[in-house]
């Protein structure tokens, strides 16, 4: 058999086999890899610079000094416009023993004894006149009388509880039997609680 006849057959059984015969070598021909998925590079931050830093960290604490400034700002002015709407208190509040004072010297004259003796009653009348002047300036400075009636529900917050009364038949527990003194309110606050005595069973 010639050499040339050799080489056919051997390149028909290679290539049956799977191999190809290139410039008189074989190889064996591979299944193409699938390329692996590019992973992403992890991209870095850039350093900063210690100059921006530095200037990050005085800009923040710039705006808190700045905030803490405003704050302190706006409590003094509420301080200072409290302590100018409220100057009055304490002057005030010494006023209210004399409406006491004035109540109890027109409750303690009767109609019938006004009536009845002439010169008690103009007495009277000059105890309520003053008594009448003294309220409507105090109401001018915005010191009001607190309205409250006995038979009201007995509120801490403007009502001064001196003694219990027990709940007779009739009686609603916890609300006013009795008012001992006015209460008076100054600008929306209690300058001094209505005191009363209260139903209690």
């Known amino acids: 058999m010639s050499f040339l006849n050799v080489m056919r057959?051997?390149?028909?059984?290679?290539?049956?086999?799977?191999?190809?015969?290139?410039q008189g070598r074989f190889y064996c021909e591979k299944a193409p890899e699938t390329p692996e998925q590019e992973k992403p590079e992890e991209t870095q931050e850039p350093e900063k610079d210690p100059k921006d830093l530095?200037?990050?960290?005085?800009?923040?604490?710039?705006?808190y000094s700045?905030?803490?400034?405003?704050?302190?700002?706006?409590?003094?002015?509420?301080?200072?416009d409290n302590a100018k709407k409220y100057a009055l208190k304490n002057f005030a509040k010494d006023l209210l023993d004399v409406a006491d004072n004035l109540d109890r010297a027109s409750s303690a004259v009767t109609?019938?004894?006004s009536a009845a003796h002439p010169t008690v009653?103009?007495?009277?009348?000059?105890?309520d006149m003053?008594?009448?002047?003294?309220h409507k300036i105090?109401?001018?400075?915005g010191i009001d009388i607190q309205e409250v009636a006995e038979g009201d529900e007995f509120d801490p917050q403007y009502h001064e509880a001196i003694f219990n009364i027990p709940a007779t038949e009739g009686k609603t527990p916890n609300t006013i039997g009795t008012i001992v003194k006015k209460?008076?309110?100054?600008?929306?606050?209690?300058?001094?609680?209505?005191?009363?005595?209260?139903?209690?069973?």
């Open 9 to 22: 057959r051997t390149a028909v059984r290679s290539t049956m086999r799977g191999l190809a015969p290139v």
């Open 54 to 63: 530095k200037i990050e960290e005085l800009s923040k604490s710039l705006a």
């Open 66 to 80: 700045l905030a803490e400034a405003d704050n302190a700002r706006k409590i003094a002015m509420r301080d200072v």
């Open 111 to 113: 109609e019938e004894e």
């Open 121 to 127: 009653g103009n007495l009277k009348k000059g105890v």
């Open 130 to 134: 003053t008594n009448h002047s003294l």
């Open 138 to 141: 105090l109401a001018q400075h």
């Open 183 to 201: 209460g008076y309110n100054y600008k929306a606050r209690v300058l001094r609680p209505s005191q009363v005595g209260v139903f209690q069973e």
